[in-house]
Nanobody, 124 residues
Framework: QSQLVESGGGLVQPGGSLRLSCAAS????????VGWFRQAPGKEREGVSC????????NYADSVKGRFTISRDNAKNTVYLQMSSLKPEDTAVYYC?????????????????WGQGTQVTVSS
């Protein structure tokens, strides 16, 4: 069964860091672009970052530029989201998603395979 599994979420103080992982099983991520999204209570799901299948192209939402870094390790079939200088407004459920294409996108409709999400809470 093909699936994406996020991990690495948790409770962190403002200014802290977390690294989220998105591990694929049942298929190889080599030919997939991957996006990270988040959804806070009462808000729509929004794109945070994406990485092309080769890793050569990355994009970030303005709200996380300079603080978050997306990367991938195809040998481990995993994509990461390193989050630093976290703010309370970063609190949300974070999801990863994959699309069978080279291109990078942060549009929800671009992706057809989704993980179950991992909670990130930034609070003192």
């Amino acid at each position: 069964q093909s699936q994406l599994v996020e991990s690495g979420g948790g409770l962190v103080q403002p200014g802290g860091s977390l690294r989220l992982s998105c591990a694929a099983s049942g298929f190889t991520l080599d030919y997939y672009s991957v996006g990270w999204f988040r959804q806070a209570p009462g808000k729509e799901r929004e794109g945070v970052s994406c990485i092309s299948s080769s890793g050569g192209t990355t994009n970030y939402a303005d709200s996380v530029k300079g603080r978050f870094t997306i990367s991938r390790d195809n040998a481990k079939n995993t994509v990461y989201l390193q989050m630093s200088s976290l703010k309370p407004e970063d609190t949300a459920v974070y999801y990863c998603a994959a699309a069978f294409t080279y291109y990078c996108s942060t549009y929800v409709a671009f992706f057809d395979s989704w993980g179950q999400g991992t909670q990130v809470t930034v609070s003192s």
